[in-house]
């Protein structure tokens, strides 16, 4: 158990539906991450959080939003969702804001079918 | 962005070295290596600091080179517990918050 909880580890759904995946980091973290693995593909970097705050984006489609709330947990929203929205979720957390390993989740896999 | 590792695979025997290797076109503040075995979440192996820093972690290290903006990861005397996929990540300092971007990955199989 890395102290990284995501849920649920499985999702399957329609298109054009709506999931909301959830995340909760290890104790004392601040920073959370969300990233996307297709299949047989690298890690690409979504979106991170600081404190409730949003401090970085990537390649997240307008489709997907997300939010770190009071607590730290983070949720990730994906709507109208496409078949080639398939892929392996991940959060990943750091203490801080710079220089710092991650510790990931076990993460989400979705097929939206 | 995206730091580009070599090779995209290797197969080894038990027992083997390994180096893959990571470059990016762009300044580095550090460099983070993962592996990740199938279906399971990435785990943090290292990271390295501008300075040329070496590291290492039992029969594993690595070394960061500034200049040439490049990281190599060395597996010494393979064991079948090595197999997965190994990614670096180099990171971008946007608005003092740390985004990390990983290679594409280095898919290594350990064979007995």
């Known amino acids: 158990d890395s102290g990284v909880t995501q849920t649920p580890k499985h999702l399957i759904t329609a298109t054009g539906q709506r999931v909301t995946l959830r995340c909760s980091p290890r104790s004392g973290d601040l920073s959370v991450y969300w990233y996307q693995q297709s299949l047989d593909q690298g890690l690409q970097f979504l979106i991170q959080y600081y404190n409730g705050e949003e401090r970085a984006k990537g390649n997240i489609l307008e489709r997907f939003s997300a939010q770190q709330f009071p607590d730290l947990h983070s949720e990730l929203n994906l709507s109208s969702l496409e078949l080639g929205d398939s892929a392996l979720y991940f959060c990943a957390s750091s203490e801080g804001l710079t220089i710092d390993g991650y510790t990931f989740g076990s993460g989400t896999r979705l097929t939206v079918v | 962005q995206q730091p580009v590792q070599s090779p995209q695979a290797v197969i080894l025997r038990e027992g083997e070295d390994a180096v893959i290797n990571c470059s990016s076109s762009?300044?580095?503040?550090?460099v983070h290596w993962y592996r990740q075995k199938h279906g399971e979440a990435p785990v943090f192996l290292m990271i390295l600091l501008k300075g040329g820093e070496q590291k290492g972690h039992d029969k594993i290290s690595a070394s960061f080179n500034e200049k040439k903006q490049q990281s190599s990861l060395y597996l010494t005397a393979s064991q079948l517990s090595y197999s997965g996929t190994y990614f670096c990540?180099?990171?971008?300092?946007?608005?003092?918050?740390?985004?990390?971007?990983f290679g594409q990955g280095t898919r290594l199989t350990i064979n007995p």
């Open positions: 762009k300044a580095l503040y550090s």
């Open positions: 990540g180099t990171d971008l300092i946007i608005q003092g918050a740390q985004k990390l971007v």
